[in-house]
Each structure stands twice: as structure tokens, then as C-alpha cells.
């Protein structure tokens, strides 16, 4: 495979909720090697989107490619881990049975897993430090708990390709910084971590490279780039009106803005 072969290209995609596009015409590439944000308010088809990357939805036109191929050629090589709040925390299994997961596709299904794919498991387990954990019920867990499980379950697939919905979504501050140390050493061994992420201020910081989507894209590039303020007032509209000063923010490359901000300024009337 060609190192200048796009990790994800995403073209003229359409998507709708019956019948209703959430995603208009939405159209990018990126490139492999980056740790990548795709960002946007509440309700801007964020998740909607990896959902249509990953084939868990059909568009109503568009396509996606990954590494140049269609997802099931390249199944083997990418993983997703879905929002912590869609998935059934109450299915019963362990930790280590959820991990294992990760394991089958690389496997027939039928057969056994091997002593591999157990050490790989227990090493995946490790990086989220969730080890000592790994004969707990998953539905025992805190939500930071049980989203570090489903990161070492992506983690056990050994994928060239992640994408993330909101991994950082109900973790603690020391738990945000470990998995991000994490996604930062696997784009130094060459992967490419895509993370829906809605939070302004850390998005600048701890991506390489930013999407920005408001139901149609606004802008896809080195970080730079997407982080001006015509383009942050085209995602964030009037959520942004509220920052007369975000000029000079953009100008220090400093963001004081989190979502709940937003929300607490709208709710006085200002946005
Ligand atoms: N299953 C669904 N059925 C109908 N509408 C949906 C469904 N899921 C999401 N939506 C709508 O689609 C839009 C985009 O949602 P979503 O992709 O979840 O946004 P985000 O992840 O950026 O918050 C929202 O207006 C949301 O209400
Ligand atoms: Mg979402």
C-alpha cells in the first residue's frame, strides 16, 4: 500500500434520518499517520458520519474509501469504537471476555483463540491500565472504566485505522491524558486515530489534523488551517457570538471554550 494513499476519503456523502439529510454532501480526504478530530456541535452528524464510514448506515449517496479500498476489503484493518452511551453495558460479560472480542475477526470465528491472541488481549488491557479489573462484569464498571475497555478492545484488533466516537466523554482528567498519551504512540508506530471530539479548546491541542462539520463540512485540514475564526463561526454559529474576543483567542491560539459554556451563555439569552 502507498504511504500517500488516504487513510479515509469520504466523497459527496448524503445521509439521512427518515428521509431527513442530517449530512449534506460532505466530501474529504485524510492522510495516514495523523491523529485526526472531527469536530462540531451537538447535533452536527458527527456520530452520523462514522456511521456511514463504517457501513452501519446507507447513505443516500456517496461513497467512502479506506486505503484506497472499499470497507470490507479493509475490514481486518480498521476498528471503531461506538459512543459510550450506544452500546448495551448491560450484555454480561467480563472485561477480559470483552477484550477477547477484539480478537475473533483476525480469527475464524469457530475456532479457538490462541495464546496470542490472550497475551495480546492482556497487553491491550494494560495500556488502558484496566488489568486488574479484568474479571469484572463490564456492567460494574464506572463509565471512565468501561470506556477504557472498549479502547483496549479497538487496541486488541491491531488495526492500521481507529475511529473514535467521544472516547473522552465521562473520563476523568488523569484517564483523558492517558488514552491521549495512548493515540499519540500509535500515531508515532504509523496509525491513523480519527476521534469525534466536541470540545473546542482541547481539539486545537491535541489534534494534528481537524474536521470540522456543522451537517455539512466546513472545513478538513492540518489544524492550522481549520482553526481560523470565519471557519469556527461557520461551525459554531451563533454558539460562538457569544465570544466577541475570538479573534484575539484565535490570534494566542487559546480557547477557553467548552460546550458547557456555550449552554451556560445561550441560557442568559446571549446567543
Ligand atoms: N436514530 C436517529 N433517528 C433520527 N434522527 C437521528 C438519529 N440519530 C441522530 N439523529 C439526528 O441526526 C442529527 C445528527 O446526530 P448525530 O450524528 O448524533 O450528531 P453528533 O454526533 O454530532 O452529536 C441530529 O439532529 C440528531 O437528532
Ligand atoms: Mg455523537
Not at 462540531?40 to 449517496?61: A, R, W
Amino acid at each position: 500500500m502507498e504511504i500517500n494513499t488516504p487513510a479515509l476519503e469520504v466523497h459527496n456523502l448524503t445521509a439521512s434520518y427518515n428521509r431527513k439529510p442530517v449530512l449534506w454532501d460532505i466530501d474529504f480526504q485524510l492522510p495516514q499517520g495523523q491523529l485526526i478530530g472531527i469536530v462540531g456541535p451537538n447535533g452536527s452528524g458527527k456520530t452520523t458520519l462514522l456511521k456511514n464510514i463504517m457501513g452501519l448506515m446507507e447513505p443516500d449517496s456517496g461513497y467512502v474509501n479506506m486505503f484506497g479500498q472499499k470497507l470490507d476489503d479493509v475490514r481486518e484493518r480498521v476498528s471503531y469504537v461506538p459512543q459510550r452511551e450506544s452500546v448495551d453495558w448491560d450484555f454480561p460479560a467480563s472485561v477480559l471476555e470483552v477484550v477477547q472480542m477484539g480478537r475473533y475477526r483476525k480469527n475464524n470465528l469457530f475456532k479457538r483463540l490462541t495464546a496470542r491472541d490472550h497475551e495480546i488481549a492482556t497487553q491491550s488491557l494494560e495500556k488502558v491500565n484496566m488489568l486488574e479489573y479484568a474479571r469484572r462484569q463490564i456492567s460494574q464498571l464506572s463509565g471512565g472504566q468501561q470506556q477504557r475497555v472498549f479502547i483496549a478492545r479497538s487496541l486488541a484488533q491491531q488495526a492500521d485505522l481507529y475511529l473514535m466516537d467521544e472516547p473522552f466523554v465521562g473520563v476523568d482528567a488523569a484517564t483523558e491524558e492517558s488514552i491521549l498519551k495512548l493515540l499519540t504512540e500509535m500515531r508515532q508506530e504509523g496509525k491513523t486515530v480519527i476521534i469525534v471530539h466536541h470540545d473546542l479548546q482541547t481539539a486545537y491541542e491535541y489534534f494534528d489534523w481537524i474536521v470540522l462539520l456543522n451537517t455539512r463540512l466546513v472545513a478538513a485540514g492540518p489544524k492550522d488551517d481549520v482553526f481560523t475564526s470565519n471557519l469556527l463561526q461557520e461551525a459554531y454559529g451563533g454558539r460562538l457570538t457569544v465570544l466577541s474576543r475570538i479573534g484575539d483567542l484565535i490570534a494566542k491560539k487559546d480557547f477557553p471554550l467548552r460546550e458547557s459554556d456555550f449552554k451556560e451563555k445561550e441560557g442568559q439569552g446571549d446567543g
